[in-house]
T-cell receptor, first 112, second 115 residues
Framework: KQEVTQIPAALSVPEGENLVLNCSFT??????LQWFRQDPGKGLTSLLL?????REQTSGRLNASLDKSSGRSTLYIAASQPGDSATYLC???????????FGAGTQVVVTP | GAGVSQSPSNKVTEKGKDVELRCDPI?????LYWYRQSLGQGLEFLIY????????KSGLPSDRFSAERTGGSVSTLTIQRTQQEDSAVYLC?????????????FGQGTRLTVV
């Protein structure tokens, strides 16, 4: 059974520092990996989708890498801002139907 | 619509009552998913619809839970005889094709509280 782990569970950084969020998964046979952001009391906002054949994806200050063989993905957020404070979730696509297995998330606080 | 729409946003119900949660996916999206987010449990898959195919119900926690999707668009998740452990945020997502390489977009969720 696929298990997805996110470390650390919580992270606090001063504004301007780069953020590094880690996601690991136990079964390398994934279809894709998606990073989401969740603000308190809100739904999930999709940040990046990395297909199984890709190594990384970039969008603005965000960059996500994928290493299937080692079962790892890393989300980098450059020059963090207080508005980046949220919970970040990674999810792996476990079958051809697009079903997602989620990690527990990393709660990020960026202090001014 | 512009995004996935869920209603109601909040629902408080008495134990033993039935509830219906509604999801309106992004127009044109053929795949629709329901997930549940509970304190201490994280996000768990409940059910998946893709076009006219039989749904994948493998994540439904008990036979008190059911879902349908009418006309390939709006979906309703029904919980019968609600229990306190059903209290959670129920999230709906849709994607353009389903499958492994399509991005899932989520609604704002319905927060269900069973008292």
């Amino acid at each position: 059974k696929q298990e997805v782990t996110q470390i650390p569970a919580a992270l606090s950084v001063p504004e301007g520092e780069n953020l590094v969020l880690n996601c690991s998964f136990t079964d390398s046979a994934i279809y894709n990996l998606q990073w989401f952001r969740q603000d308190p009391g809100k739904g999930l906002t999709s940040l990046l989708l990395i297909q199984s054949s890709q190594r990384e994806q970039t969008s603005g200050r965000l960059n996500a890498s994928l290493d299937k063989s080692s079962g790892r993905s890393t989300l980098y957020i450059a020059a963090s801002q207080p508005g980046d404070s949220a919970t970040y979730l990674c999810a792996v696509g476990t079958d051809s139907w697009g079903k997602l297995q989620f990690g527990a998330g990393t709660q990020v606080v960026v202090t001014p | 619509g512009a995004g996935v729409s869920q209603s109601p946003s909040n629902k408080v119900t008495e134990k033993g009552k039935d509830v219906e949660l509604r999801c309106d996916p992004i127009s044109g999206h053929t795949a629709l998913y329901w997930y549940r987010q509970s304190l201490g449990q994280g996000l768990e898959f409940l059910i998946y619809f893709q076009g006219n195919s039989a749904p994948d119900k493998s994540g439904l926690p008990s036979d008190r839970f059911s879902a349908e999707r009418t006309g390939g668009s709006v979906s309703t998740l029904t919980i019968q005889r609600t229990q306190q452990e059903d209290s959670a945020v129920y999230l709906c997502a849709s994607s353009l094709l389903g499958g492994g390489n399509t991005e899932a977009f989520f609604g704002q969720g319905t927060r269900l509280t069973v008292v």
